[in-house]
């Protein structure tokens, strides 16, 4: 009896985590069906369903017509861009605060870009706004891609500070009795093994660049220029009748994050998780 | 023993990028807001220190207020209504063991989406007339509501999508502190007779009470981070009803181009973060911290 009792348990369990499969998933899904409806009275009418009959023009439509492709790639140069640039300076500035042994302002250092993890954002986003605005180069692209390359830091000095410390001591001093300098240890001994802490800082930091909306929606004014989660708003707003054509923009959003998720879910949960921990 | 790594240039040349970009994006733009806040500029020639005008003016303006009554609510709605649900489905994909991956996998999906689009698709749901919920509840026999347009539901359905959106993040980060734990103390308490609620309760829960009170702190970060999902779904509105303290302060400080009175709110949000902080450490963290896994 009592292992009919525990069955029957187990099953409740997994019938309330389905519920919560289904209220994740399911927005999702009513999104990717809308996308290829005719018109919004196919939507009201048949919300659930399967389209009747496939509008693939509507992806054409958002995808020339509506620029998604313009923002599209705007966010794919900038993403890709600022995430390398943070990941190269950040692996230097960690080598210098972890490998460096003798040096003693090591530990303050790192405490000190800490400090970055518990500044809240918003708070900055009027003086960074002003200090582009002085430096004239509000509206460009390098509006965004300087705040969002030092935006990373102090997360990327943290996580692959981590990384090198717990790298054995024995490396390096090997390397420098083979009279390596520095920049050769640093290129050729720790570089090569920090790889997997790399890819992690380097996705992590790829999909918030990918994701972030209040700069690029303040900082930039031009159409041409825009990344993809302001296009999109943009896009809602002035095609918010036809919702279609709507879903189709919102499947070009989350399709490369989806995919990027699907081959990385592991370096990006260790990665999102451990920099939230830290903070 | 070795030149290379004792030459101190060789340090300043590895770091300087990074305390650049640092010290420019992070400690200047910190400094500057405190400094304006207490100017009145508007962008143009110099900007006038008027002492404590500006913060005079926020805290008593009842629609600054409101923007703080709101993050209030992103904090109690986190606090109190999904930190209950994350230990309950930490507590629940802990106990299975099929599919575990799967549901790990699929509830951390919204997480890593942009919180823009995320605010669309939900839009979209809340949409009055062909949006996905109006039209369960008209099937139920319901009136229709006015989501994001009636002040009294606006801000509680910006709640649901914000917590709709983090909910698995944070059940992925309490699922692998209960993971962590031996096993052994499980199978102790299973031996005493204990059930699985009292196992849940008298166990588990205890055992990770360090990383439950990681998971409140960084709701409340995130409460007081919110802008976005707001800007995007309601833009502050109806009337003001879902403005957040970021949300006030782009409306007055870069639409308006109020930059004295910007970076005052700023700094207000500064204070107001830290006082959270310092607050949460001292009635909570302190508390928990004494819970030792061995």
Known sequence: MTTTLRAAKKSIGHIILWVYLIIILYPFLFVLFSSVKSDNQEIASNPFGIPSTFHIENYYEAWVNAKISVYFFNSLYIATLCSIVSVILASMASFAITRMRYWKTSKGMYQFILIGMLIPGNALLLPIFIMLKDAGILGTHLAL????????????????????????????????????SAKGIFVRIILPITVPALVTVFIVNFIGNWNEFLMANFFISTDELRTLPVGMVGFRDIYNTNYAQMSAGIVYSVVPVMIIYAVLQKQIIEGLTAGSVKG | MNKALRKPWTYVLFLLPVLLLYVLFFI???????????????????????????FDRALTDDKFWNSVKNNGYFILFSVFVQVPIIIFFSLLISNVKKL???????????????????GILWSFIYEPDIGL????????????????????????????????????????????????????IDEAAVIDGANGFQRATKVTVPLIMPIISVVIMLSIAGAMKAADIVIVMTKGGPGGATDVMATYLIKYGITNVKYGYGNAIAVLIFVFTLILTVLYQWLIARRSERIEYE
């Open chain 2, 28 to 54: 200047y733009p910190m400094i500057d807001a405190f400094e304006k806040g207490f100017t009145k500029w508007n962008g143009i020639g110099a900007a006038q220190f008027n002492g404590i005008k500006n």
């Open chain 2, 100 to 118: 575990q991956g799967l549901y790990k996998t699929v509830v951390f999906i919204p997480s890593v989406m942009a919180t823009a689009v995320i």
């Open chain 2, 133 to 184: 919920l109006n039209i369960i509840l008209t099937k139920l026999g319901m009136q229709p509501v006015m989501w994001l347009s009636e002040p009294k539901w606006a801000m509680f359905s910006i709640l649901i999508t914000n917590a709709w959106q983090w909910t698995g993040w944070y059940v992925v980060m309490v699922l692998a502190a209960i993971l962590s734990i031996p096993k052994e």
């Open chain 1, 145 to 180: 891609i300087i705040p969002y390359t030092a935006g990373a830091i102090p997360f990327t000095v943290i996580i692959l500070s981590a990384f090198m410390r717990s790298l054995p001591g024995e490396l390096e001093e090997a390397s420098v009795m083979d009279g390596l």
